[in-house]
Structures are given as C-alpha cells and as structure tokens.
C-alpha cells in the first residue's frame, strides 16, 4: 500500500508502525495516546504524549510507532 497525504488525520493502532519517506519539514502530532519518532541521521528519538507536535527535519526515512 502507498499512502500519500498532502494534509489530514492517520489513526495507527496499538504498536502500528508509519513509514515516512522524504517528509522534511512535515508535522506530527499525537492528538490522543502517545508516539515515538526515529528519523535517519538524527541521534535522538523522539516521544509524543498527547498534544504534543514534532517537525520532521530530514529528508531521509522517519518511523512513526504509536506506543
């Protein structure tokens, strides 16, 4: 399946994964549950509790699992 989304919503279930290619500059947020975030090049992971918003800063591949 190839997803393409210019702007809206995706809801991941319980420890589903979201594959991001080339999403520089691209907002996530965690509107209910929480997030963790890996990007390409980046040393750090990334958490979202809920509210809590994260811009993509690489071209590269990002991981978005819902925890």
Request: aromatic share 2%; net charge neutral.
């Amino acid at each position: 399946m190839r997803l393409e989304l210019k702007a809206g919503n995706v809801k991941l279930g319980p420890n589903q994964t979201l594959r991001v290619v080339d999403g520089e500059g691209t907002t996530v947020c965690a509107v209910e549950g929480s997030v963790w975030i890996t990007e390409e090049n980046q040393a750090k992971d990334i958490v979202l509790q809920a509210g809590g918003c994260y811009r993509l800063g690489n071209r590269g591949i990002g991981i978005v699992n819902s925890l």
